[in-house]
């Protein structure tokens, strides 16, 4: 069985700065998790993104 795979992009730039496996037991139906960007070289806020 594949495992899932998603991006998570900055919500400001748009730049794809981290990747996490989705696992089975979901929580959410969309991950929005503040993380650092290196371009905006601040934390933002980052959406899961395919
Ligand atoms: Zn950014």
Do not use: D, P, W
């Amino acid at each position: 069985m594949a495992q899932k795979k998603a991006a998570l992009a900055c919500s400001v730039c748009g730049s794809r700065n981290y990747t996490i496996t989705l696992g089975q037991n979901r929580r959410v139906e969309r991950l929005e998790i503040k993380k650092f960007c290196k371009y905006c070289n601040k934390q933002t806020l980052h959406r899961e993104t395919k």
